[in-house]
């Protein structure tokens, strides 16, 4: 507490003397953002300079960074949430792998319909999501250990189950079975398919000059998971931001003790958050199922720590309290183009960790400075 | 006078084998300052936090308004109206005055059937109300953590009032303040009383006691050591009864009255 700094009260309606005004850009600049839009902005650079004469920037190209963006996306929004009300969920990734398991295995082996399998799929893992974070709140463990149990109690059940049904970790047939299916669209479908024909009648994107899709566009709609990405971050932004229980959000990370003091449900905003990190990432699951054709037991490595270190990259403390949706995007979409771009700039894919690690450092250090300035330390 | 807005009778409060409270009483007046004061460990946290709802007393009642209460939980005693600002707890650095200023009682408005909550109106109502305490901000939108201690006090406090506050507790609120933000402090605990709201003001410092006390209740382990009305006690008095009299008299001859 700095003393020397104390404000009396100024009884005059003049702003305070020793206020300095900001001029507005800086204004603007503050925000949780900043490291993502930066990072973003230096990414795109970076490639456009190097890569663009690999197709990276052509239609096809694009759309191939924008899955994998849009993936990041889903389940960076979901840790982006849970972060900022102040938790972890390391399990996300055997979070992937088992509920793909458990859409295959109820489809395709117990026979269920698609859509039966998918809505059960999901309450089961909501569930286990609401088991974490209520183990959380009672044991009042940290969060980093409790999902840490669950990241290898789901990925041995996944393994399990898959084993002792079929005798493989690959689970095939999803394709016959969500044949007709109107819920398997829902995640697996493409969208504007019409418009990107137009387009490609008309020749604005390149369409296949030969083979059975001779005349067809390369990029022939928007897949739903993509939709589902822009679905999630509208909704998570506006959650954050716009509603009263973002503000429980922000209070439960910020200090869960002074928000229980004035009335926040803490407990409740905190298991909500782990169920909702627990439906992201059974959307990804889905959409990647149902795109793929089967369910592998090994699905979703190391995506929990993706998820986190695009959300750190977006601005969000690690501690809880603070962080953007928006900025959890960015860093998703540095992710994306960066993983995705080394392979169009013919680099050695190894550097991509190299690479990564520079933006997540670089990133994160301009996060921690920006901070300070919102709070006056600088 | 009129009835007690608050009275407490007879709280105990046993945490396993340990007793810290044994039977504490006191009463409360709307528009009164009472300053709770006591060294440390004398349980002026633990009878403040029954009376706040944080803990259940083991024995003993609790009347608010005259009328029986039974609070189960933080939320039970702020809807009846007692409110409670915590020394450092108060108050989320990272997040904006307003946002602050509405933790848990946000204002809403609906936009075609959709619950937004209301940037606008918060940062109005926290501008017009920090202004009526006497402090300036920049905009709503700034950190807390840009505030000084007592200015974020005061936010605190203004918020407890503008949520309709009869009973305001203040744990503690000047003790790692400089001297000007304590005059602050003090200032603000004034205008709150004139507004008729009934004040407890737990410190343990006599001087900021003296300052805005309207009653003065000491506790020591557990017991009501004294209490007595502003007139009827000097500071030198108050000063002893908190130390346990008979120590601090023979220190106050080796330290010639330095404390």
Not at chain 1, 173 to 197: C, H, M, S
Not at chain 1, 201 to 209: A, K, Q
Not at chain 1, 321 to 346: E, M, N
């Amino acid at each position: 507490m700095t003393e020397t700094t104390s404000t009396p009260p100024v009884k005059t309606d003049k702003p305070d003397e020793r206020v300095k005004t900001r001029s507005s850009f800086r204004e603007a600049l503050i925000r949780p953002e900043l490291g993502g839009i930066c990072g973003t902005i230096l990414v795109f650079t970076f490639f456009l300079l190097t890569a663009s004469d690999s197709g990276m920037f052509s239609a096809s190209g694009v759309m191939n960074w924008s899955i994998v963006s849009s993936q990041f996306i889903i389940i960076a929004v979901g840790a982006c949430l849970l972060m900022i009300a102040g938790e972890f969920d390391l399990s996300v990734g055997s979070m992937i792998g088992f509920s793909g398991m458990s859409i295959a295995l109820l489809s395709v082996v117990f026979g269920l319909p698609m859509w039966v399998a998918i809505i059960a799929t999901f309450i089961l893992c909501m569930g286990i999501g609401a088991l974490s974070g209520w183990l959380v709140i009672k044991t009042g463990l940290p969060s980093f250990i409790v999902t840490l149990a669950f990241l290898f109690i789901l990925r041995g059940l996944t393994i399990f189950a898959a084993i002792s049904t079929t005798n493989k970790t690959i689970v095939g047939g999803i394709k016959d079975a969500a044949e007709g299916d109107w819920l398997a669209p829902v995640f697996g479908g493409k969208v504007f398919t019409g418009l990107f024909q137009w387009l490609g009648d008309n020749g604005w994107i390149e369409t296949f000059e030969r083979g059975f899709k001779k005349g067809q566009p390369v990029v022939d709609g928007i897949p739903m998971l993509m939709v589902w990405a822009v679905i999630l971050l509208i909704f998570g932004h506006w959650l954050l931001t716009k509603t009263k229980f973002g503000n429980w959000i922000f209070a439960s990370g910020g200090n869960a003790q002074a928000a229980t003091y004035v009335g926040v449900p803490v407990n409740r905003v905190k298991i909500l958050m782990f169920m909702f990190t627990a439906f992201c990432a059974c959307v990804f699951a889905t959409s990647q199922v149902i795109e793929f054709g089967s369910a592998g037991a090994d699905r979703g490595l190391l995506k929990e720590f993706e998820a986190i270190i695009s959300v750190v990259i977006g601005g969000a403390l690690l501690t809880g309290g603070y962080g953007s949706v928006i900025g959890a995007a960015l860093g998703a979409i540095i992710f994306g183009v960066v993983q995705q771009g080394l392979f169009f700039a013919g680099v050695e894919s190894s550097l991509f960790r190299v690479f990564l690690g520079a933006i997540l450092l670089f990133a994160v250090i301009l996060n921690t400075y920006i901070r300070r300035m919102i709070t006056g330390e600088k | 006078m009129s009835e007690p807005i608050i009275e407490m009778k007879k709280i105990e409060k046993h945490f396993g084998s340990v007793i810290a409270l044994s039977g504490v009483s006191l009463k409360v007046m709307p528009g009164e300052c009472l300053c709770l004061l006591g060294d440390n460990g004398a349980g002026k946290s633990t009878f403040i936090k029954t009376m706040s709802g944080v803990h259940k007393p083991s024995v003993g009642e609790i009347y608010f308004e005259g009328k029986s209460m039974d609070f189960e939980c933080p939320r039970d005693a702020i809807t009846a109206g007692i409110a409670t600002v915590y020394q450092d707890l108060a108050m989320i650095p990272l997040m904006s005055v307003a946002r602050n200023f509405f933790m848990g009682n946000e204002p809403t408005k609906k936009i075609a059937g959709i619950s937004f909550f209301d940037h606008k109106l918060a940062n109005e109502v926290t501008m017009k109300e920090m202004k009526k305490m006497g402090i300036h901000l920049r905009s709503a939108d700034q950190a807390i953590g840009t505030l000084s201690g007592g200015e974020r006090q005061t936010v605190a406090i203004a918020r407890a009032v503008h949520f309709g506050a009869k009973v305001l507790i203040l744990d503690e609120p000047t003790s790692a303040l400089g001297v000007r933000q304590t005059a602050n402090v003090l200032a603000t605990i004034d205008k709150v009383r004139k507004r008729g709201i009934a004040v407890v003001f737990i410190t343990h410092n006599v001087r900021h006691a003296m300052a805005v006390g309207d009653t003065f209740t000491v506790l020591n382990r557990g017991r009501t050591l004294g209490s007595a009305r502003k007139g009827e006690i000097t500071s030198e008095e108050l000063q002893n009864l908190m130390a346990g009299g008979a120590t601090l008299a023979t220190l106050e001859g080796s330290l010639a009255g330095t404390i």
